[in-house]
C-alpha cells in the first residue's frame, strides 16, 4: 500500500520557521517528482513547491520564493520543505504528493499520490 505522510507541522510565531517532512512508503519514490501543496481554510488547495526526481530542479509559487525550500533524500525516500520567515498567511494544512512523471509539476492532477496532510498555523 502507498503511503505518504507528513510530519512536522505545529504552532510558530510569525518570522519563525518550521521544517516539514514526507515519508514515503510502498514503493519506491526515488524516480518521481514530489510536491507540496497547501489548503488554507475556506480556501482551495495550492500549489506550493515542486522538486524533480533527481532533486536537481525545484520550482516555487511566488508568495514562498526566498522563504521556503524544498528538498529531498532519496536513500531515506523522503522529501522536506524548509519554511522561513513564516508568515500569517501561510497557516494552511500542507500536503505531500507524488506524481510518477519525472518533470516539475504545479497541478495537482498531475499528482498520483496524496499524503493526509498537517496542520501549519503562524501567529501574528
Known amino acids: 500500500q502507498v503511503q505518504l505522510v507528513e510530519s512536522g507541522g505545529g504552532l510558530v510565531q510569525a518570522g519563525g520557521s518550521l521544517r516539514l517532512s514526507c515519508a514515503a512508503s510502498?514503493?519506491?519514490?526515488?524516480?518521481?517528482?514530489m510536491g507540496w501543496f497547501r489548503q488554507a481554510p475556506g480556501k482551495e488547495r495550492e500549489f506550493v513547491a515542486a522538486?524533480?526526481?533527481?532533486?536537481?530542479?525545484?520550482y516555487y509559487t511566488d508568495s514562498v520564493k526566498g522563504r521556503f525550500t524544498i528538498s529531498r533524500d532519496n536513500a531515506k525516500n523522503t522529501v522536506y520543505l524548509q519554511m522561513n520567515s513564516l508568515k500569517p498567511e501561510d497557516t494552511a494544512v500542507y500536503y505531500c504528493?507524488?506524481?510518477?512523471?519525472?518533470?516539475?509539476?504545479?497541478?495537482?492532477?498531475?499528482?498520483?499520490?496524496w499524503g493526509q496532510g498537517t496542520q501549519v498555523t503562524v501567529s501574528s
Open positions: 504528493a507524488a506524481s510518477r512523471g519525472r518533470r516539475l509539476y504545479s497541478r495537482q492532477y498531475e499528482y498520483d499520490y
Open positions: 510502498g514503493r519506491t519514490f526515488s524516480r518521481d517528482a
Open positions: 522538486i524533480s526526481w533527481s532533486g536537481g530542479s525545484t
